[in-house]
């Protein structure tokens, strides 16, 4: 049918040796970097940070809200708009005339929510846009795996939306640094409340998104409701992006179950919610009890799209616009004239870790990622809107109050869907870092080529 | 007992709208003779029409929102409601049973300038390079939508009215714990009912019989002077019609996206294939038995002696039925063996 193109000899050679030389090419430009001192020195006038988000996919609405964060923080890190959090930040260094005096660019991808298209938008970032630090994300998956190429690069990454235990225990990296809480956080802060609200005696039913943060948020729940008395009748992992659970929701109605937990994020969150409410369960009575649905991690993007169904429904947060305090206040101003609609939680984790970035580079006087680093860790600060918080240097996961948060059931506007229940203080959530293990490697040793 | 009887529903459900998709599809390899790869792009543009109904009912002012006032905040009111009150908001609320009617002459009109303008070039063309330009076709389709829509899914919901679930137990007076969502139970009422009438158009009307002369032997029935050609473009027109339908009440199960049809279009063609090709009750059958056996496949006690079935179930009895039955459950002989 079709015939095969056999090439001489010759030309086969020709054709192997450029190959070569063009696979060869990206280190000839790494070794021009490495003689820089460290990966992409800014030697200009600028400065690029990459931003990776999820721009399509099942997280492409956090990924949305992600990007007007950074762009705002970028403004404000060349002095221009109100400044939002540059005001409330202390203790800071940050001038509003760039970093370092640098202008700050930035440069955007794509992770489509996958591993593997996120890593290989990073990698074009750093190589290609010479970004002198990478973040965004919302996805533990996608986190853990940039993280990793960041630290063989010797990049620094500031992780975005991540809730996945691992991101800061056994995947943790020296050049990886997270202000999002963990799965283990929202465990601890929503436990007690569950118990409060529904009871010391009921039987739970979770469905799991399969993958790292779906498995170690299942894992928390249970073991903080367990602590509470609470039984585990099932816990079911669902494929990411299924569409359509109802296979999965059908076992749950006759279970004997009485709380449904939904380890679902962003847009699976709003189908398996959506779908659920469908069959009625809000409405059901399960061994002379009401049934419950819970959502460990809301999203305020999450409760747009799932409209009325969220309403009563408990949850964590990280973060609130509706918080009272100064810092949440001049964001969410700030924010909400540039966009029209307040941030969702996010915004503010990339705007924060962005802020946090430049004001350790200052701090450091150097982009060197080794003194970088070590201006973040331990770094104690407060007026981002959490409270006072820290960055510990053993694992480098951000300590700060965790928000237990409830659907409203009366919201007064179309943004006011969840309100704060109960503000968990950040000594309960703090925990031995030794539990989740993992190693954080090298200050040095990045090769620019991954 | 009542697990059981809520996974037989599940399966029936699910198998509604793989049916639908692979009647479709076996209608146009029938008729035409044709694998028509972009079949899945045509139950996405089906719930397409949904969401610009949808969006054009929701056209909206945008009206200054007081509660908000650190910033200014507004709130998005359709012109319907401005206009018309109640009466607007419960228009907006029924946009998918509005939606069904307008999308019949435009999935028949999208099927016939598919037909006319690019699929009939390619009927004496291998199989190999139909399903190039039809699948190239399908990519071109979702992208388009892309462009105009955006990458995710957009919210759709079903009227008021059949939101919540019935109490199917009741309607029997079972003492059962037995409801199930009332949309889902109009999809798969929808979907009975169209096969039926599909099966009624092509067994029950001259103009059906002689669409089934011409997929038994074209020629003879040509030299009778009949244009069976032109009675194959409406049939063309009528598969995607179906899929549009199909794809538009889905819109009430799962937020459509641009690449829902590429989801479906793998599924339908492993339905069509474990039915036989160019059999329509084998389609039908086929696509009962696969939902069937998914929903059971999701039941946690098959899962934790197999764990992961659920996700491969289907494939693994395409390949049971492959290798038992080569030409399918209903299959005839001589399709795709020349």
Partial sequence: MTKLIRPSRRRFLHGTALAGAALATPTFFTRGAWAQDFCNNPTGSTVTLGFNVPQTGPYAEEGKDELRAFELAVQHLNGEGDGGMMATFKPSNLTGNGVLGKKVEFVTGDTQTKSDAARASARRMIEKDKVIMVSGGSSSGVAVAVQSLCQEMGVVFMAGLTHSNDTTGKDKRRYGFRHFFNAYQSGVALGSVLAEAYGKDRRAYHLTADYTWGWTQEESIKNATEAQGWETAQAVRTPLGAGDFSQYLTPVLNSGADVLILNHYGGDMVNSLTQAVQFGMRDKQVNGKQFEIVVPLYSELMAEGAGENVKGIFGTSNWSWQLDNDGSKAFAKSFGQAYGRPPSQAAHTCYVQTLLYANAVETAGTFAPPEVIKALEGFEFDGMGNGPTLYRAEDHQCFKDVLVVKGNDNPTSQFDLLSVYKVVGRDEVTYDPSIFGGELGPYDGGTCAG | ?338
């Fill in chain 2, 1 to 338: 007992m009542d697990a059981i009887l809520l996974q037989i529903l599940n399966g029936l459900d699910k198998g509604g709208a793989y049916a639908l998709i692979a009647l479709g599809l076996t209608l146009t390899f029938g008729t035409l003779g044709v694998v028509n790869f972009a079949h899945g792009a045509l139950f996405m543009l089906g719930a397409f029409c949904v969401v610009g109904v949808q969006q054009l009912l929701t056209l909206a002012e945008r009206v200054r929102d007081p509660s908000i006032t650190f910033f200014e905040a507004y709130i998005e009111q359709p012109y319907l409601v401005s206009w018309f009150g109640d009466t607007g908001a419960m228009i907006i609320d029924w946009v998918i049973p509005i939606s069904l009617l307008l999308a019949i002459p435009i999935m028949l009109l999208v099927g016939i300038v598919m037909e006319r303008g690019l699929i009939r070039f390619f009927y004496k063309r291998p199989h190999a390079e139909q399903i190039l330009v039809t699948f190239g076709l399908a990519i071109v389709l979702a992208e388009i939508i892309k462009g105009w829509f955006g990458a995710n899914p957009i919210p759709v919901q079903p009227p008021e009215i059949v939101r919540g679930s019935a109490d199917i137990a009741a309607w029997f007076g079972l003492d059962a714990n037995l409801s199930y969502p009332w949309w889902r139970l109009i999809y798969l009422a929808a979907s009975l009912l169209i096969i039926a009438s599909v099966f009624a158009f092509l067994n029950l009307t001259t103009y059906g019989m002689v669409v089934r002369a011409g997929m038994a032997d074209r020629e003879t029935v040509q030299l009778l002077g009949i244009n069976i050609q032109r009675r194959f473009t409406i049939v063309f027109g009528l598969a995607a019609v179906v899929a549009g339908l199909a794809g538009a009440l889905y819109t009430g199960i799962q937020p459509p996206n641009y690449n829902i049809g590429m989801e479906f279009l793998v599924l339908s063609f492993v339905v069509v294939v474990v039915g036989g090709m160019g059999s329509l009750p084998g389609a039908v059958a086929a696509g009962f038995l696969l939902g069937m056996l998914q929903s059971f496949a999701s039941l946690n006690e098959v899962k934790s002696l197999l764990p992961g079935i659920d996700q491969v179930i289907i494939y693994l009895v395409a390949v049971v039925v492959l290798l038992t039955r080569p030409r399918g459950l209903m299959g005839r002989k001589g399709v795709m063996e020349a």
